[in-house]
């Protein structure tokens, strides 16, 4: 029953905003169904704003909602009746995304069959002699080279392609997990969401610290064929190796890495975007690429699979007759290039919150805060006197935020503690101010590696980290994360900078991550577009101006 004293939590435009109260009553029980299905794109002071497209809708479908239920949905929590074009919208959406599949038919091969007359007609007008009859309606003959970039063009028109011509059978891979490891209910789901129905493509999304590695290892060892596994860098690379010789019975033997200085081919081959999207300056070409071809791979897994880069898109489409799975913690691109990973590497086959995961103990209780650390009047003039692209990086790198980050420091030094920034210059003033371990890009892994060990074993209390550690860095210790400051409106590295807190603690206390922020700056502007993701998860930063006189308490 809706609380008359506060009407309904909703207010839906024809245009396909929608605009969701947070005080309301009635909003924790809206807003995780609300996210299943739009796409939140900010969160004014007491207000967070969603957005329809026929993206969000059909990332719903797949989950198994219906568009029937989106509709009674929005018509009970709305306030007034829902648009008629949002209505006619809802419904064209939802008959394209059955309207085009791929399979194989008898006599003809692999075919994209529509169920509705004249559309091939319409989309390939170039083709249209070859367009021919069959039982599920009308198809064209397609080839397995263009399978990949044909879903994408038609993703670009407007009609997702449900690709039914089946997976290839790759190299056998014998293993199985070690007796003490045992997968979390959800890890396990996950693994059989993507397999379910002779699933052989798609995406998971599981928050930083639920561990999406081991889900990565379930998914292998249901399949049990050669797998190849891109990351996102060498600390990844070297996690994903120390998990499957540490948790499975695969051996040195079995499992391979590709770099610049190892290159092996072996049953489980572990590589980089980096590596895999070098390009030789002298012959323009992709050297590494040949990788995907030197074994019948039974499965491809890319490890944060929101940042595959473009180069690797026209290599992705060429492997559609391979098992290939997304693994992220949040599903944002800021290039807006989503859609091409739906297309190329497959629909979203599971999603939990971090809400759900940390109900049920599965990570610590993240507590956002947002200090605001003012400028000084001399600060201010400096900062009106600059261009507009200098502003941002002045206002990260108040100095007022050292005074900040020392009461922190104290606050919390018996803690483990991390500091994370975007500018080397000023992290390397913290790490001398402070007297503290700077890890950067331009350190050897070797050196890193030897740093993170040494955190986790509580030998060293704090580290200042540059955006290398954005990713894949296993630090389970970790309390307490400071960001001074961050890239320009990223919501990836938001949730990937709380990320590094969230592994379950012994205590079951809390954690903390401070983002310190100069307000009615541009930096609070990005500030707020990066806690987008955040918000999302149903979690609220909590807000407070500093003072010369505050103790932060």
Known sequence: MHNTEYGKPLTIQDNGIIFLRPSHPESRIVQPFLSQFSQLIKTPEGLHIYKLSSFSVWYALELGITITEITNFLAAFSQGEIPEKIIQLLGQWGERAGVLSMKSLSKRGPCLVSAKDELLEKLFPERKSEVFTCESGEALTVSSEERGELKRILMEEGYPVADHLGIDKGERLKFKFQEEINLRPYQTEAAEAFLRNNGGNGFIILPCGSGKTVTGLGIMEKVKEATLIIVPNETALRQWRRELLEKTTLTDKEVGIYTSERKEDKPVTITTYQMLTYRNPRTGKF?????????????????????????????????????????????????????????????????????????????????????????????????????????????????????????????????????????????RRIAEQFQLPLLTGQMKQAERDQLYTRFRHGEVQALVLSRVANLAVDLPDAQIAIQVSGTYGSRQEEAQRIGRLLRPKKDQEPVVFYSLVTPSTQEEDVASHRQLFMAEQGYIYEKEEWSQCSMLS
């Open 287 to 427: 050297p590494h690429f040949q990788l995907f071809y030197e074994r019948n791979w039974g499965l491809v897994i890319y490890d944060e699979v929101h940042l595959l880069p473009a180069p690797l898109f026209r290599i992705v489409s060429n492997l559609q007759g391979k098992r290939r799975v997304g693994l992220t913690a949040t599903f944002v691109r800021e290039d807006g290039k989503e859609r091409d990973i739906y297309s190329l590497v497959g629909p979203k086959k599971f999603e939990i919150s971090m809400k759900e995961l940390e109900n049920n103990g599965w990570i610590a209780q993240p507590v956002c805060r947002e200090i605001k650390v003012p400028f000084s009047e001399e600060q201010w003039e400096n900062y009106l006197k600059l261009k507009k692209r200098e502003r941002f990086r002045y206002a990260s790198e108040n100095e007022r935020k050292l005074a900040v980050l020392e009461q922190l420091i104290k606050k919390h030094r018996n803690s483990q503690l991390l500091i994370i920034g975007q500018y080397i210059a000023q992290l």
